[in-house]
T-cell receptor
């Protein structure tokens, strides 16, 4: 019930290509879905986040697509650059006070993205 | 730079020992979260504090404990250390209103890498 499943585990794309990472969740109480970017030796950095009242959110080259009925969401990185090479984590939490997932983030297993120049 | 600071950056110790990890949240953030990152378990929520009080517990071992002080910094205490406790430990903070409503955006520190030999 608490899991967030992320795929693929690793992804290699060419510079200028589109990177797509997918996540699926089971807990319907989740209402906040962020993506984090982590470089080696660094902490996860908040990249972009979405709430289930919208189906898509775009910030620069990064877009989250959200499908509430399928309980899935994905990250699209357009015009991927070598500097985007990092590990990406999807996560989920609930903003409903009292729920077991309130506040805490449940993370997917991560996707190692490599962008070749 | 997220504004969350953690010390020390690296910690090497022996089995059976006890260590203390320290975290200072972003200025104004009342809520602090601790996460453990390991290769086999990924990023796992350990515990959350809000304004000095424990708010939520995750997969935290009984050998581990935490507290948040009046100046809002937090410490994670790990005792009777085992080889399997070797991991990255992250602290994150988020804004919370005075009534205890948490905003989901969590900002992570750079982490403490713990190595148990």
């Amino acid at each position: 019930q608490q899991q967030v499943k992320q795929s693929p585990q690793s992804l290699i794309v060419q510079k200028g290509g589109i990177s797509i990472i997918n996540c699926a969740y089971e807990n319907t109480a989740f209402d906040y879905f962020p993506w984090y970017q982590q470089f080696p030796g660094k902490g996860p950095a908040l990249l972009i986040a979405i709430r289930p009242d919208v189906s898509e959110k775009k910030e620069g080259r990064f877009t989250i697509s959200f499908n509430k009925s399928a309980k899935q969401f994905s990250l699209h990185i357009m015009d991927s650059q070598p500097g985007d090479s990092a590990t990406y984590f999807c996560a989920a939490s609930t903003n409903t006070p009292g729920g077991t997932s309130y506040g805490k983030l449940t993370f997917g297993q991560g996707t190692i993205l490599t962008v070749h120049p | 730079d997220s504004g969350v600071t953690q010390t020390p950056k690296h910690l090497i110790t022996a089995t059976g020992q006890r260590v203390t990890l320290r975290c200072s949240p972003r200025s104004g953030d009342l809520s602090v979260y601790w996460y453990q990152q390991s290769l086999d378990q990924g990023l796992q929520f350990l515990i959350q504090y809000y304004n000095g009080e424990e708010r939520a517990k995750g997969n935290i071992l009984e050998r581990f404990s935490a507290q948040q002080f009046p100046d809002l910094h937090s410490e994670l205490n790990l005792s009777s250390l085992e080889l399997g406790d070797s991991a990255l430990y992250f602290c994150a903070s988020s804004v919370a209103t005075a009534s205890g409503v948490f905003y989901n955006e969590q900002f992570f520190g750079p982490g403490t890498r713990l190595t148990v030999l």
